[in-house]
């Protein structure tokens, strides 16, 4: 998620090996993983992994950098993400808390709104979910470019929500330029597990997204869009209370 984002002059001790600041992690991880049965070491170490190399490389590499103030600020934006997808994704923290922390770190969650653990929020989004949310375990956002979410939206698990894309480039490199382009997401919808929205796309209020969908062009207000790439399969009524199977049936 980090490796490769930047290039330093100079090398460290263990660059292309395992990093041996991380090992007591590791064995800390192994221990939660054990005695608890979280499953919280997969996410911790992905993230120690790949960022601990970084932050040695931007420490010795004051070349690289006009200025301090941006070498500074390029650190404390890898540990806010750090902490957001390494602290906050922990299992058993109280949602109270992983909010608090989110909100900290970057991510604008409003009032009353779940987030579950498990999850990956990237940067620099920005990223806003708005009030009486529930967003489930499993969710990958990446937020290279805003993302904003609705209030009383429900996201279940494993949906991904991509907002980086590539002008098609010549045949020896097809993914071409990289640009961001951002996602809306409605008030009162409900995401299905598993689903994909690509970049650049709106889903207006009210929307059903249905499991396993790839959203790749804009929907509009209550409707029900399933399929691959995902269509309008029906349309809801203001106050309707059928259920998916209903619908699609």
């Not at 979410?149 to 494993?158: S, T």
């Not at 995401?191 to 804009?218: F, H, Q, W, Y």
Request: glycine fraction near 12%; proline fraction near 6%; aromatic fraction near 8%.
């Amino acid at each position: 998620m980090f490796t490769g984002d930047f290039a330093f002059e100079g090398s460290v001790p263990w660059a292309g090996r395992p990093n041996p600041r991380v090992g007591p992690l590791r064995r800390v991880a192994a221990l939660v993983d054990g005695a608890l049965d979280f499953g919280a070491s997969s996410v911790m170490l992905l993230y120690l992994d790949q960022t601990f190399p970084i932050l040695i490389k931007m420490r010795h590499a004051l070349p690289c950098w006009r200025s301090s103030t941006e070498r500074n600020d390029r650190v404390i934006f890898h540990l806010k993400n750090v902490i957001r997808n390494v602290v906050a994704a922990i299992y058993w923290l109280p949602k109270s808390w992983r909010r608090a922390i989110m909100n900290w770190s970057g991510v604008s969650v409003g009032d009353g709104t779940q987030v579950l653990g498990r999850s990956y929020f990237g940067a620099p989004g920005p990223i806003t979910i708005g009030q009486d949310c529930y967003i489930s375990y499993g969710i990958d956002i990446d937020a290279t470019g805003p993302v904003a979410i609705g209030d009383e939206v429900y996201i279940a698990a494993g949906v991904r929500i991509g907002t980086c894309t590539h002008e098609i480039g010549s045949a020896r490199r097809r993914a071409g330029r990289q640009f961001p382009n951002g996602v809306t997401i409605g008030d009162g919808c409900w995401i299905g597990m598993s689903s994909t929205v690509l970049p650049g796309v709106t889903i207006g209020p009210g929307c059903v997204i249905a499991a396993g969908a790839v959203v790749n062009r804009d929907c509009a207000a209550n409707g029900l869009y399933a399929g691959v790439p995902a269509k309008l399969i029906n349309e809801f009524e203001d106050g309707e209370r059928l259920t998916v199977a209903e619908r699609v049936a």
